[in-house]
């Protein structure tokens, strides 16, 4: 069972930059596919970004597409995801999950707090 770790979050004014982390262990990462998703107060959880196994498919929901990038660093399990022109909107819980492949979003993280001032 592959466990995901979240860091990175933080308060920052809208323009400015977030990288998060989220670090897989417990289990075999091979294959999964890995994605952020958020969760405003008061919303449902998001869709944000998704990156396939190998890295060479990035999926990104249109609010976030050309502003943010998501990364994988499979030796170390780890993915990324750099957010830049941050806006009040973003702010929200950002989880990180794994797909295995085939299957649906099984895992989560617990999740890291952004704070966008305005």
């Known amino acids: 069972q592959v466990q995901l770790v979240e860091s990175g979050g933080g308060l920052v004014q809208a323009g400015g930059s977030l990288r998060l982390s989220c670090a897989a262990s417990g289990g075999t990462f091979s294959g999964y596919t890995m994605g952020w998703f958020r969760q405003a107060p008061g919303k449902e959880r998001d869709f944000v970004a998704a990156?396939?196994?190998?890295?060479?498919?990035?999926f990104y929901s249109d609010s976030v597409k050309g502003r943010f990038t998501i990364s994988r660093d499979n030796a170390m399990n780890t993915v990324y995801l750099k957010m830049n022109s941050l806006k009040p909107e973003d702010t929200a819980v950002y989880y990180c999950a794994a797909r295995p492949s085939g299957s649906s979003w099984s895992n989560w993280g617990q999740g890291t707090q952004v704070t966008v001032s305005s």
């Open positions: 990156i396939t196994w190998s890295g060479g498919n990035t």
